[in-house]
T-cell receptor
């Protein structure tokens, strides 16, 4: 079984300040990790994902996340946030004992990021 | 392309009523998914499909049924609505699964069961 914990339900941050959204996971098999973003009244959009290779993955809009196996974490960071980053962010995990992923994602409960002008 | 469309946008049901949530995608994607999102929670997978005629259960399939007769459509059926099914339902699609490609989400259907 796999699970995801997002410790912070809400994170307020001043505009242009850095932010870190925390995500910890548990799984007994190989893991594949994802961050999704949900803007108000919209469906989710994939922000970035870790499947294999480099442990640092980046999105096109300045976010990055680092897979840390020893700490079972996949924290999301951005060095300088903008008003447009206001959204809810979900961490998700999929696991496989065969080394090949499956379609069943387990989501965390989400972190609401609020940018303060 | 319209992407992933869902109908209706909102619906109120009485306990015991039935309904079908419609999902259509015009991107010729093989993979399609149904999720529910309860207030303050992450999404939970209800059912998914890897192609026409092939479906599989997700994390919370009880109380729901699906079918996939065409590549474009993936309807979700609630047979006997219960208050516990009050949620926002999202349909998503992907060309080759979420490991090779991203998922594209529809705008959601808000369902209230009273």
């Amino acid at each position: 079984a796999q699970s995801v914990t997002q410790l912070d339900s809400q994170v307020p941050v001043f505009e242009e300040a850095p932010v870190e959204l925390r995500c910890n996971y548990s799984s007994s098999v190989s893991v594949y990790l994802f961050w999704y973003v949900q803007y108000p009244n919209q469906g989710l959009q994939l922000l970035l994902k870790y499947l294999s290779g480099s442990t640092l993955v980046k999105s096109i809009n300045g976010f990055e996340a680092e897979f840390n196996k020893s700490q079972t974490s996949f924290h999301l960071r951005k060095p300088s946030v903008h008003i447009s980053d206001t959204a809810e962010y979900f961490c998700a995990v999929s696991g496989s004992s065969t080394g090949f992923g499956n379609e069943k994602l387990t989501f965390g409960t989400g972190t609401r990021l609020t940018i303060i002008p | 392309n319209a992407g992933v469309t869902q109908t209706p946008k909102f619906r109120i049901l009485k306990i015991g009523q039935s309904m079908t949530l419609q999902c259509t995608q015009d991107m010729n994607h093989n993979y399609m998914y149904w999720y529910r999102q309860d207030p303050g929670m992450g999404l939970k997978l209800i059912y998914y499909s890897v192609g026409a005629g092939i479906t599989d259960k997700g994390e919370v399939p009880n109380g729901y049924n699906v079918s996939r007769s065409t590549t474009e459509d993936f309807p979700l059926r609630l047979e006997l609505a219960a208050p516990s099914q009050t949620s926002v339902y999202f349909c998503a699609s992907s060309p080759t699964g979420l490991f090779q490609e991203t998922q594209y989400f529809g705008p959601g259907t808000r369902l209230l069961v009273l």
